[in-house]
C-alpha cells in the first residue's frame, strides 16, 4: 500500500513540472529528478534561479 502511495505522490510531483519546466528553459526531463525528494528542492531551486534571470529581462 505504501508503494502506491509513492506512486501518486510521484505522478502528482511529476506531471506538473513537465509542463512548467519548459516556460523557464529547461528540458522537461528534468522533471525525473523530482522522483527522489532532494531532486525536487534542486527543481525548486533552479526554477527560481530562472525566474530571476527572466524578471530581469
Same mark, same amino acid.
Given at each position: 500500500?505504501?508503494?502506491? #502511495?509513492?506512486? /501518486?505522490?510521484?505522478?502528482?510531483? /511529476? *506531471? &506538473?513540472?513537465?509542463?512548467?519546466? &519548459?516556460?523557464?528553459? #529547461?528540458?522537461?526531463? +528534468?522533471?525525473?529528478?523530482?522522483? *527522489? &525528494? ?6 525548486? +531551486? ?12
Amino acid at each position: 500500500m505504501e508503494g502506491f #502511495i509513492w506512486l /501518486v505522490i510521484m505522478a502528482l510531483t /511529476v *506531471i &506538473p513540472l513537465l509542463k512548467l519546466l &519548459p516556460h523557464f528553459g #529547461i528540458n522537461k526531463y +528534468w522533471a525525473l529528478a523530482a522522483i *527522489i &525528494p532532494l531532486g525536487l528542492l534542486g527543481l525548486i +531551486w533552479w526554477m527560481s534561479i530562472k525566474l530571476q534571470e527572466l524578471e530581469r529581462r
